[in-house]
């Protein structure tokens, strides 16, 4: 594929639906390292793509320069781009053709996740999750029943002695008093 560079105009021409940032940054390289292209300043600016070690990288973000844009081949297509492509400070990398046709910009960036070790642990299982004790020396599973009472469960005496009752109806999970304008939780029951 042939990437034509345009400096009067500050535009990346592209003669196929199909490209990746990482060929748009390599072709503006060698087309400013010929002649006396390098006038023209940088087409693009490059942050990561550093080695991680173990065969891990930082993917690379490719900035086009303002005012420099891709413009897509002169005929209707679908055009993929493929890689973390973006405009320094902002906008639109793609600029419509010269010509009436219509292109549909697909920008396709890759997902990459990057693991972090905790010491060989493997984590904490669900049971330990639910057990851990959140505030007062109530666990996470408590609360949720708590929780679910007041939120889902049938509630009585809200005119000044209210209790809430587990969401099957079984026993009261929540009570307390109201009295002016002051609530007071008497007994919480999350077992």
Excluded: C
């Excluded at 990482?22 to 990561?48: H, I």
């Excluded at 297509?77 to 600029?95: M, Q, R, S, W, Y």
């Excluded at 666990?139 to 005496?157: D, K």
């Amino acid at each position: 594929m042939a990437i034509a560079f345009d400096p009067a105009n500050k535009r990346v021409i592209l003669d196929s639906a199909s490209v990746t940032a990482t060929e748009l940054y390599s072709r503006s390289a060698d087309w400013l390292a010929t002649d006396d292209n390098a006038k023209y300043g940088a087409v693009f600016r490059q942050v990561g793509g550093d080695d991680l070690g173990g065969g891990l990288s930082i993917p690379p973000y490719f900035f086009l320069q303002a005012p420099w844009r891709v413009r897509p081949m002169e005929s209707s297509h679908n055009l993929t781009i493929t890689g973390n492509l973006f405009v320094e400070g902002g906008g639109v990398p793609v600029v419509s053709t010269l010509g009436t046709f219509q292109v549909n910009v697909n920008y396709t960036v890759p997902v990459q996740a990057q693991a972090v070790s905790t010491g060989g642990s493997s984590g904490a299982t669900a049971a330990q999750v639910w057990q851990h004790v959140i505030e007062a020396g109530i666990s996470a599973e408590q609360i949720v029943r708590m929780l679910s009472a007041a939120l889902l469960g049938n509630a009585t005496g809200l005119h000044g002695n209210p209790a809430f009752t587990s969401i099957d109806g079984s026993k009261t999970r929540v009570a307390g008093t109201i009295a002016a304008g002051t609530r007071t939780i008497t007994m919480l029951d999350g077992t």
